[in-house]
C-alpha cells in the first residue's frame, strides 16, 4: 500500500541499493502500522498476559498472520522478546517438518499480504482508481491469480 501511495513499485531483485532499502524499511513500517495500529493495539491490550490462543484470535480480527501479529505485539513493547523468539522457533521448527504435499496457495499469500491490503487494493482496482496492471503488479503475483483475487 505504501508502495503505491508513494507511486511506486516493490523491491522485486535481491540486489538492492541503499536508497531502495531504506524505502523498503518505511514500506514495512507503513504495513505494519496500517495492518495493526498500535495505539490501537497498546489500548486494547495494556497490562494484559496474552494466551497463545488470545493472540490467533487477535491475528483472525486484525485480518493479519499469528507471525505478523507477533512482530506487533513485540514491537509495541506488549510481549518479551524471549516469548517472540521462543514462538519463532517453534514456527521455523515445524515449517523444516513439513515436507513435500501441496500448498495451499491462497493462504500463503493471504498470509503474505493481509486480507485487508487485499481488499483495499481490489477496491481501487474495482473503481478505476489503478489498472490491472498495477494491481497486479503491487501484489507481486501471477495473472491468472490476480483475476481469482481481484474478481
Excluded at 11 to 21: L, P, T, V
Excluded at 47 to 57: A, P
Aim: proline share 1%.
Amino acid at each position: 500500500m505504501a508502495h503505491l501511495l508513494k507511486h511506486g513499485g516493490g523491491i522485486c531483485s535481491i540486489d538492492i541499493s541503499e536508497d531502495q532499502f531504506e524505502v523498503e524499511k518505511f514500506c514495512n513500517k507503513f504495513a505494519a502500522e496500517f495492518l495493526v495500529p498500535s495505539e490501537d493495539l497498546i489500548t486494547k491490550l495494556k497490562n494484559r498476559t496474552l494466551s497463545d490462543r488470545e493472540i490467533s484470535e487477535l491475528a483472525e480480527q486484525y485480518g493479519v498472520s499469528v507471525q505478523v501479529m507477533m512482530l506487533r505485539l513485540l514491537d509495541s513493547g506488549l510481549i518479551a522478546r524471549e516469548r517472540y523468539f521462543e514462538f519463532k522457533n517453534k514456527f521455523d521448527e515445524s515449517k523444516l517438518r513439513k515436507k513435500g504435499g501441496k500448498r495451499d496457495w491462497e493462504k500463503t499469500f493471504y498470509n503474505r499480504i493481509g486480507k485487508i491490503a487485499l481488499s483495499e487494493i481490489s477496491k481501487a482496482y474495482k473503481s478505476g482508481e489503478i489498472s490491472f496492471f498495477e494491481a497486479v503488479k503491487i501484489l507481486n503475483i501471477n495473472t491468472k491469480y490476480a483475476e481469482r483475487l481481484l474478481g
